[in-house]
């Protein structure tokens, strides 16, 4: 039986990114991703659903996001989807779902005036973004 969990969302992002330095020296960035799908009801009337989405990056993706995102520019996100559980400072638990962009199939380009880039500031090809070689840190990396 084959499985897979693979996420692709093509949205911008609510917020800057939240960048954090983690024990092993590595950067993890977090932020917000916003979707919106845009229909006509019914009546012929323009209608509009935005989805957010919590987004977790890793290695090489972090360091794209710390330099290139920023609050309302588009981004391309391909990771995996990731469940947890944490206990929130009144101690009442809390189950959050995130998208996780790390190891070799975490992709974060970032779409802004200047066009796709990479951690190096150079325009960026499909093939070549440097977070889509980010380590995973489930792996050890």
Same mark, same amino acid.
């Given at each position: 039986?084959?499985?897979?969990?693979? /996420?692709?969302?093509?949205?911008?992002?609510? *917020?800057?990114?939240?960048? %954090?330095?983690?024990?092993? &020296?590595?950067?993890? @960035? =977090?932020?917000?991703?916003?979707?919106?799908?845009?229909?006509?009801?019914? !009546? $012929?009337?323009?209608?509009?659903?935005?989805?957010?989405? %919590?987004?977790? @990056?890793? $290695?090489?993706?972090? +360091?794209?996001?710390?330099?290139?995102?920023?609050? &309302? /520019?588009?981004?391309?996100?391909?990771? *995996?989807?990731?469940?947890?559980?944490? *206990? +929130?400072? +009144?101690?009442?638990? *809390?189950? /959050?779902?995130?998208?996780?962009? @790390? $190891?070799?199939?975490?992709?974060?380009?970032?779409? $802004?005036?200047? &066009? %796709?880039? =990479?951690?190096?500031?150079?325009?960026?090809?499909?093939?070549? =973004?440097?977070?889509?070689?980010?380590? !995973?840190?489930?792996? &050890? =990396?």
């Amino acid at each position: 039986m084959l499985n897979m969990n693979r /996420v692709t969302l093509l949205g911008h992002a609510g *917020r800057d990114p939240e960048i %954090r330095t983690l024990n092993n &020296g590595n950067k993890a @960035a =977090s932020f917000a991703l916003a979707t919106t799908e845009r229909w006509k009801d019914r !009546d $012929g009337q323009p209608a509009e659903n935005t989805e957010w989405h %919590r987004v977790v @990056a890793y $290695g090489a993706a972090a +360091d794209v996001a710390e330099k290139f995102l920023r609050k &309302g /520019v588009a981004a391309l996100v391909e990771g *995996r989807l990731a469940t947890r559980e944490y *206990r +929130d400072r +009144d101690g009442h638990e *809390r189950t /959050v779902t995130e998208i996780v962009v @790390a $190891g070799p199939r975490g992709v974060l380009n970032v779409l $802004g005036p200047g &066009g %796709r880039q =990479s951690a190096d500031g150079a325009p960026a090809d499909a093939e070549t =973004s440097a977070a889509k070689r980010s380590p !995973d840190p489930a792996d &050890g =990396s």
